[in-house]
């Protein structure tokens, strides 16, 4: 840390009254020494990563911090104030306050600094030394790390080691915990919850190996210590990446600062669930909503497929917001104005406040302008979900040419991967030290953007483009038994994991289709919609006609799942689906393949991506639309209720047992 603080950037007699002004006291400093290019730039980026969450820990600790591009070498500057400044802890003002500029594009040796820093503030003589020092230069020395206390803590961990390797041979492993840590930059709150967590693990005897992860990256547990780990800890303020390498594991879910504050807790705690053998819901879909690794690779050993569909789930999750927003603006203008309305002139050069009709024109020209995002933001995050953020910029180039060369959706998709590709190519190139903060922000973007626009216009753009046109032919060729078939198999997808991967590829296909509405790829909306609707109605329905084949707590939902069904949330059915797997899922699935098949077979059209009943006005033949979401979740109710019964119907081992002379072993059905 030799270069990180040096005596010109300590100041023992802070006199800042807030942490705005503390930080800009710091940063002058920082500016003065030349590692901050620009004062006011820095101060907002420092402003902005406060936003997000408020950086004072407990202890009377302050650690406002970023990465921006305004630094040009990881600095900390450090001030002791007599009167304390409210950096937002739950104990009170902060008196050691810590500003850590990191450049945008720092590389591990930064993560690895300030990992250290992180683990000598969980130290209380560090700090009361911080406390009692009198002179800058030795308080830049001991932040440095000056002085031997690195050799005991090495020793210890060697004795706690050659500790635990004795226990293992004598048969008693340790209790072993796994845990990931993360907070919106990846820098202080990160490491100084892996090292709290570590610690308290130290000291309860209990084995802790943490994995750090940050917007720079992350290096992977091994999956043998994953496997071999008896419970998982998650202190994160941002989605944990690559969830399914910890599925079938107790889980303690808290956020940063819990890890930080009170890791004794979440240990005794995972010590508990793992007792009662609690297991965790993480599923490889949840993936969809994290980010990639900095390589890209996925979990160690995963399939292919599976990887593949991680980084599909990622774009799709990130687009749906944007076709939500912009399908309900065009489907409500519609509905003020007409399908003509589509062609009306811009609103930025004639709108007349009075008239309904630029209203209606004013929707949907923001709704199509959403709508325009729709590929990019695809290609985008799947090429995010690969390689991390350094993947962006080519997919979102990517996928604005395949809006250029008419490839659409499909094109979206290619370009996503492509870029992820291209990026997870270059990311394994060895460069030198120096070219290592430029990599992420200038070097990586800029080839990827050139090698993918040329292989989107010049090598694979039109083909994609030809099959896109192929495949929507198809869907408005589609008539008769091959349109109730492709009903029936929307349908199944859609209610078989209600939310996840299977679930989401139809939405997506769906959705892909309004990018470029035609008659057929409406009737697949309209379809998708409609089945994702009956699990929910049908489980809201059975626990209103046999209450007493389902709990309380099912019932409950069963009153909640009314409104989610309506609204086109299938997640609805979820409950009822984890408490009887067997007999609720193949009830929905029946009842959306019968949807499904219905609205297709009625010619049901839809132009909003979402909305349930509430978007009726906006289907074509609404009625036979609601009849066939009532046929389904009539079928889906009366075979859930059947297998319930008959479970409930089944004898009773034990009652069985002795009534064995009666001759008549069969339990009454509860009415």
């Not at 002139?345 to 923001?366: C, M, P, R, T, Y």
């Not at 800029?446 to 896109?468: E, R, T, W, Y």
């Not at 319930?644 to 009652?655: E, N």
Request: hydrophobic share 50%; with cysteine.
């Amino acid at each position: 840390m030799s270069e990180l603080i040096t005596a010109e950037l300590v100041d023992l007699d802070l006199s800042a009254a807030t942490k705005d002004a503390a930080a800009r006291s710091l940063a002058e400093r920082m500016v003065a020494a030349h590692r901050v290019t620009d004062l006011d730039g820095f101060l907002a980026d420092v402003a902005a990563r406060e936003a997000q969450m408020p950086t004072g820990l407990d202890g009377g600790i302050g650690i406002p911090h970023c990465r921006s591009e305004h630094v040009n070498a990881p600095t900390l500057a450090f001030g002791r104030s007599a009167a304390g400044i409210d950096f937002g802890a739950a104990d009170g003002p902060a008196d050691l306050i810590f500003l850590i500029a990191a450049p945008a594009g720092a590389d591990d040796d930064h993560l690895t600094i300030l990992s250290g820093l992180a683990r000598r503030l969980m130290d209380p003589e560090f700090t009361a030394a911080l406390r009692a020092g009198t002179d800058p230069a030795a308080v830049a020395a001991l932040i440095r790390g000056e002085e031997p206390a690195e050799e005991p803590a090495a020793e210890e961990e060697r004795a706690e080691d050659t500790e635990s390797e004795t226990a293992e041979a004598a048969g008693s492993a340790p209790f072993r915990i796994v845990a990931v840590t993360s907070c919106p930059t990846g820098i202080a709150h990160t490491c100084m919850a892996a090292e709290s967590l570590a610690a308290a693990g130290r000291a309860e005897g209990v084995e802790v190996t943490v994995e750090t992860q940050g917007s720079a990256g992350f290096k992977k547990l091994d999956a043998g210590v994953i496997a071999a780990a008896d419970a998982v800890i998650w202190a994160h303020d941002v989605e944990v990446r690559e969830k399914a390498r910890f599925r079938g594991k107790p889980l303690v879910d808290v956020g940063v600062k819990a890890g930080i504050n009170r890791p004794a807790e979440l240990i005794a705690e995972a010590r508990r669930k793992a007792e009662r053998g609690e297991i965790s819901a993480v599923s490889e879909v949840d993936d969809a909503t994290g980010s990639g690794d900095g390589d890209g690779s996925g979990a160690d050993h995963a399939h292919f497929g599976v990887r593949l569909r991680t980084y599909l789930m990622s774009g799709v999750s990130y687009m749906v917001p944007f076709v939500a927003a912009g399908g309900l603006l065009i489907a409500l203008s519609f509905a003020i104005g007409g399908y003509e309305i589509a062609s009306a002139k811009s609103v930025a050069d004639h709108f007349v406040w009075g008239e309904a009709d630029s209203w209606a024109a004013l929707l949907n020209q923001i709704g199509s302008a959403a709508f325009a995002f729709l590929v990019p933001v695809l290609a985008g995050y799947i090429a995010y979900g690969m390689a991390d953020r350094p993947a962006l910029v080519p997919g979102f180039v990517g996928g604005s040419i395949a809006l250029t060369v008419n490839a659409g959706f499909l094109g979206g998709l290619v370009a996503g991967l492509l870029a992820g590709a291209v990026v997870m190519a270059i990311q394994r190139v060895p460069v030198h030290a120096t070219l290592r903060g430029i990599m992420p922000v200038l070097v990586i973007p800029l080839i990827a953007s050139a090698v993918v626009g040329f292989l989107m216009f010049i090598v694979v753009g039109k083909p994609i483009a030809s099959l896109q046109n192929a495949l929507t032919d198809w869907l408005n060729g589609l008539s008769g038994s091959n349109a109730v078939i492709l009903g029936v198999v929307l349908g199944l997808m859609m209610c078989f994991d209600m939310g996840g991967p299977l679930n989401k590829v139809a939405y997506a296909f769906a959705v892909g289709g309004l990018a470029d509405p035609t008659d057929g790829s409406l009737k697949v909306m309209a379809a998708v919609m409609a089945a994702g609707m009956v699990p929910p109605l049908a489980m809201a329905l059975a626990t209103t006609v046999r209450k007493k084949l389902f709990t309380k707590t099912e019932r409950e939902n069963g009153r909640a799942a009314w409104v989610l069904g309506a609204s086109f949330i299938t997640e609805g059915a979820i409950p009822f689906a984890a408490a009887d797997p067997l007999r609720v899922i193949p009830s929905v699935m029946a009842g959306g393949a019968v949807t499904g098949a219905l609205s297709m077979a009625f010619g049901a059209t839809l132009r909003a991506p979402h909305g349930g009943v509430f978007v009726v006005p906006l289907i074509g033949e609404p009625f036979l639309y609601l009849l066939a979401i009532a046929a389904g979740t009539l079928v889906a109710t009366a075979l859930v209720v059947l297998l319930k019964g008959a479970r409930r119907a089944a004898p009773d081992p034990a009652g069985a047992a002795g009534a064995s002379g009666s001759g008549d072993s069969r339990v009454p059905v509860a009415a």
